[in-house]
C-alpha cells in the first residue's frame, strides 16, 4: 500500500500563509506526476497544481500568482506554499501521485481560511 504523508494545513486568516507538505516512497515520488488537489464541502474535488519529475509545473487559474508547488528530490516531498489566502481556497487538500491510471491519495488536510 502506498502511502502519501500530508501535513501543514491549518486555521489562516485571509491574506495569509501556509505551506503543505506531502512525503511520497521514492520508488513512486521518481516517476510519477505530484499534485495537490482540494475539495470544498458540497463541491467536487479540483485540481490545484501539479508537478512532474523534471519540475515542470501547471495550475488552476483561481490560484495562479498566489500558489507554488515544487519538489525537493533528495527528501522525496512535495510542497504547496500558499500565499495570499481567501476564504474560497478553504478545503480539505488531498496529495496525489498519479501515473497514467494509477492514482494514490494522502488522507487529507483541511484548510480554513477565515478571519
Known amino acids: 500500500q502506498v502511502v502519501l504523508v500530508e501535513s501543514g494545513g491549518g486555521l489562516v486568516q485571509p491574506g495569509g500563509s501556509l505551506r503543505l507538505s506531502c512525503a511520497a516512497p521514492?520508488?513512486?515520488?521518481?516517476?510519477?506526476?505530484m499534485g495537490w488537489y482540494r475539495q470544498a464541502p458540497g463541491k467536487q474535488r479540483e485540481l490545484v497544481a501539479s508537478?512532474?519529475?523534471?519540475?515542470?509545473?501547471n495550475y488552476q487559474d483561481s490560484v495562479k500568482g498566489r500558489f507554488t508547488i515544487s519538489r525537493d528530490n533528495n527528501k522525496n516531498t512535495v510542497y504547496l506554499q500558499m500565499n495570499s489566502l481567501k476564504p474560497e481556497d478553504t478545503a480539505v487538500y488531498y496529495c496525489?501521485?498519479?501515473?497514467?491510471?494509477?492514482?494514490?491519495w494522502g488522507q487529507g488536510t483541511q484548510v480554513t481560511v477565515s478571519s
Open positions: 521514492r520508488n513512486i515520488f521518481s516517476i510519477y506526476v
Open positions: 508537478i512532474i519529475s523534471g519540475g515542470s509545473t
Open positions: 496525489n501521485a498519479n501515473l497514467i491510471r494509477l492514482n494514490y
